[in-house]
Structure formats: C-alpha cells, structure tokens
C-alpha cells in the first residue's frame, strides 16, 4: 500500500526564527502517524537548523532545488551530494523552476537523476498550462516532461519516486490559495491516471503501482477528502496553505480522517 505523502513547499518565505516558530507550532498540533508522511521544504537556508529542530518521527525535510553537478564552479548553488544527509526529497522542475528561471527538460532530467544517484528521492512536478489545456495539449506536454525526466532511469527507481501533479493555473500567488482556481477532481483523474499509465507503458505494472502521485495547487483543508478519494492520489503538494499552520495542520489531520474511515490505518 502507499503511503499518504503531504509536502509544504514554503517557497521563498519564513527566515530562520519564522521557520523555527512554524514548526513549533506544527509540532503542537500534528501527532505522529505511522501511515501518513509529512514533508517540510523549507528554505535552503534553514534545512540545517530545521533538521536540529524536527521530531523524526512526525516530519522529514525536503530541499526545494538542487544542481545536478556533484561539485564545481557553479556559483551560488548547492548539490544533491551536500544534500543527502540533510533531506529525504528534492522537488525538481517546480513550474515556478521552469518558468521563473528557464529551466528545462533537459536540466530537470539530470536534476531527477542527481538526486537518484544520491539516493534522495525527487518530486517531480509536472503540469500544464493554462493555453496548453485550453489547446488540448495537455497529455502531450505531461508525455514530453515525464518522458524526459525518467528517461535515464530504472523500473525499480521509478517505483520510488514521487510525482507532483501540478496544474500550472491552478498554483496560487501564495497568499490567495482560498480563493484561487483549483482543479476540478474530474480534471486530477484523468491526469493522474495518464501518468500512471504512461509510466506502466513505459517502465511496466510494478513501477506503474508503486509510484506515489500528488496534486498540488491551491490546495486547501475543504478538499482533501475529495482528491483522496481520486483513486490513485497519494496526497499533496501544499503551497499557501502549508504556511499557516492551522491549515496545514488540518490538512494532516483530515487525511488521517479519511484513511480511518476507508479503514486503511494499520
Ligand atoms: P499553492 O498550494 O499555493 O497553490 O502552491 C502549490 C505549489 O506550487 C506547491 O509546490
């Protein structure tokens, strides 16, 4: 079975005393749970006074970008390699990456095999467009960034991996994620199970099973039932919501919730 999987991409906010207080607070109001994985990524900055600060038990820590070369002259980055003891996932190719800062399919496909080859497990976000669905071309471009970004890797390794499905329309400013555009469960289904069968085309059942896909954008407490209840989502990427920690918090717990009532809590 897969493990339900919550991730709060903080994005670029919260110093170091910020982050520290989030936490706190969390920690206050998430209990541990056995079946549910709670996923902080925060800042690169403070992954280090965080990773001091957390109780394993309840949560691990993701980095949210890394560069795909082990060392050298790259100004102002940092590497999976110097990541692994300190992270257990990475998000890669993050539409605020590939828009923002040009990234591409090709650097995102070495970005997925970096932290493969580190042994930190990516989040691979894929989405499109808000022009690209309206043109009908969103299995297309979902095609062209899973095809790219798992093109170096195994079955087995694919099987471990996470996938962010993330409506590029849907992801909010950060502040307005309550009143902004969220996708429609109708919509996630048909996504999500077009990357589960892309990948079981590609990379056989096994891989296609074992893989855990998330959706992410505006996601907010009034929905978690509904998107869990998509068969083959395995939760979420927060972003707005997992800033305030009422909100994220709550996120957790109807989770919790909703595995109870399917009976699926060991
Ligand atoms: P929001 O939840 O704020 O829409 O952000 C989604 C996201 O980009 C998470 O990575």
Same mark, same amino acid.
């Given at each position: 079975m897969?493990?339900?999987?919550i991730?709060?991409?903080? /994005?670029?906010?919260?110093?170091?005393s910020?982050?520290? +207080?989030?936490?706190?607070?969390l920690?206050?109001?998430?209990? &541990?749970?056995r079946?549910?994985?709670?996923?902080?990524?925060?800042?690169?900055?403070?992954?280090?006074? +965080?990773s001091?600060?957390?109780?394993?038990?309840k949560?691990? +820590?993701a980095?949210?970008?890394a560069?795909?070369?082990?060392e050298?002259?790259?100004?102002?980055?940092?590497?999976?390699?110097?990541?692994?003891e300190?992270?257990?996932?990475? !998000?890669v190719?993050?539409?605020?990456?590939?828009?923002?800062?040009?990234?591409?399919?090709?650097?995102?496909?070495? /970005?997925?095999?970096a932290?493969?080859?580190?042994?930190?497990?990516? &989040?691979?976000c894929?989405?499109?467009?808000?022009?690209?669905r309206?043109?009908?071309?969103?299995?297309q471009?979902?095609?062209?960034q +899973?095809?790219?970004?798992?093109?170096?890797l195994?079955?087995?390794?694919?099987?471990?991996?996470v996938v962010?499905?993330?409506?590029?329309?849907?992801?909010?400013?950060?502040?307005?994620?309550?009143?902004?555009?969220i996708?429609?469960?109708?919509?996630?289904a048909?996504?999500?199970?077009? !990357?589960?069968?892309?990948?079981?085309?590609?990379?056989?059942? /096994?891989?296609?099973?074992?893989?855990r896909?998330?959706?992410?954008?505006?996601?907010s407490?009034?929905?978690?039932?509904?998107?869990?209840? &998509?068969?083959?989502?395995?939760?979420f990427?927060?972003?707005?919501?997992?800033?305030?920690?009422h909100s994220?918090?709550? !996120?957790?717990?109807?989770?919790?919730?909703?595995?109870?009532? /399917?009976?699926?809590?060991?």
């Open positions: 897969r493990k339900i999987l991730v709060g991409n903080w /994005k670029m906010h919260l110093n170091a910020q982050a520290s +207080l989030l936490v706190h607070r920690h206050e109001r998430i209990m &541990i749970h079946d549910i994985e709670v996923v902080l990524a925060p800042p690169m900055l403070t992954l280090q006074p +965080l001091v600060q957390i109780d394993r038990r949560f691990r +820590l980095a949210q970008n560069y795909f070369a082990d050298g002259p790259f100004t102002g980055e940092v590497s999976f390699t110097m990541l692994r300190l992270v257990h996932y990475v !998000i190719g993050h539409s605020e990456r590939r828009r923002v800062f040009g990234e591409d399919l090709d650097m995102i496909r070495d /970005k997925v095999a932290a493969v080859r580190n042994e930190i497990t990516p &989040i691979l894929v989405g499109e467009t808000k022009h690209e309206q043109s009908g071309e969103t299995k471009v979902l095609h062209d +899973l095809m790219t970004a798992l093109h170096n195994t079955a087995r390794e694919v099987r471990e991996i962010a499905y993330e409506p590029v329309w849907a992801v909010s400013n950060g502040t307005d994620w309550r009143n902004h555009e996708a429609k469960p109708d919509q996630v048909e996504t999500v199970n077009y !990357i589960r069968s892309y990948v079981r085309d590609v990379f056989g059942p /096994k891989a296609a099973s074992g893989l896909v998330l959706y992410g954008g505006s996601t407490p009034d929905f978690v039932h509904s998107f869990l209840d &998509i068969d083959g989502v395995d939760g990427l927060v972003g707005g919501a997992s800033l305030n920690y994220f918090a709550s !996120i957790v717990t109807q989770s919790y919730d909703w595995q109870r009532q /399917k009976g699926a809590v060991t």
